[in-house]
C-alpha cells in the first residue's frame, strides 16, 4: 500500500525529499521545574526538619527537638547547593548569540 502511495506523489510528513532550508530559533534551555535529585533532596530534607521542630514547638517537649530541626533544614539546604553543584540539579542555560546576518 505505501509503494502505491509513493508513487502517486503522496509523501508522507517523514520525508525529507524537501529543498526549503528551515531556520528555527535555538533550543529553549530545558526546563524541569525542579524535578532533580538535588530538588527533590532539599525539599524532602525541608519538609523533615520543618515536621521535626513542629513537633518541637508542642509543650512538654525538649527545646532541643526544635534546633534539631532546624539543623535537618540548613543541612537539607546545604545539601541541595552541593548536589546542584555536582551536576545533579537543573543544568543553567547557556547564552549562545549568533551574529545576524542580512
Known amino acids: 500500500m505505501t509503494s502505491l ?8 510528513m517523514t520525508d525529507n525529499r524537501t529543498s526549503e ?6 533550543a529553549a534551555p530545558p526546563t524541569n521545574h525542579g524535578h ?6 532539599a525539599m524532602i530534607g525541608i519538609m523533615l526538619g520543618v515536621a521535626i ?3 518541637g ?9 526544635l ?7 540548613v543541612g537539607a539546604l546545604i545539601g541541595g547547593v552541593v548536589l546542584r553543584s555536582l551536576g545533579y540539579g537543573q543544568p543553567k542555560a547557556s547564552v549562545r548569540r549568533e551574529p545576524a546576518t542580512r
Not at 532550508?21 to 535555538?26: E, I
Not at 534546633?67 to 533544614?73: E, L, N, P, S, T
Open 36 to 41: 532533580t535529585v538535588a530538588a527533590w533532596t
Open 5 to 12: 502511495l509513493v508513487t502517486k506523489g503522496f509523501h508522507s
Open 67 to 73: 534546633w534539631i530541626g532546624v539543623v535537618v533544614v
Open 53 to 55: 521542630g513542629a513537633v
Open 21 to 26: 532550508v528551515a531556520y528555527l530559533p535555538p
Open 57 to 65: 514547638m508542642l509543650p512538654g517537649v525538649a527545646d532541643v527537638v
